[in-house]
């Protein structure tokens, strides 16, 4: 249960840095708010990992 968690906070995370990302490019440019999807990237390849490991201990 602890990492189903884990993968969802991860998920909501990426949500939340793309959200966050989109908003910075309307109001500051690509320039400032790359970070954002960046962080979104890794949010979303950390998910996929935690979904993937839960998957497989699940088995």
Known sequence: M?????A???LFLS???FAAGIHQTFYR???ESYIFFI???F???FFLYHRNR???NSN
């Open 2 to 6: 602890k990492s189903k968690l884990r």
């Open 8 to 10: 969802y906070m991860w």
């Open 15 to 17: 949500i939340l840095c």
């Open 29 to 31: 440019g690509i320039g």
């Open 39 to 41: 962080f979104t990237i």
């Open 43 to 45: 949010a979303l390849l």
């Open 54 to 56: 839960h998957k497989k």
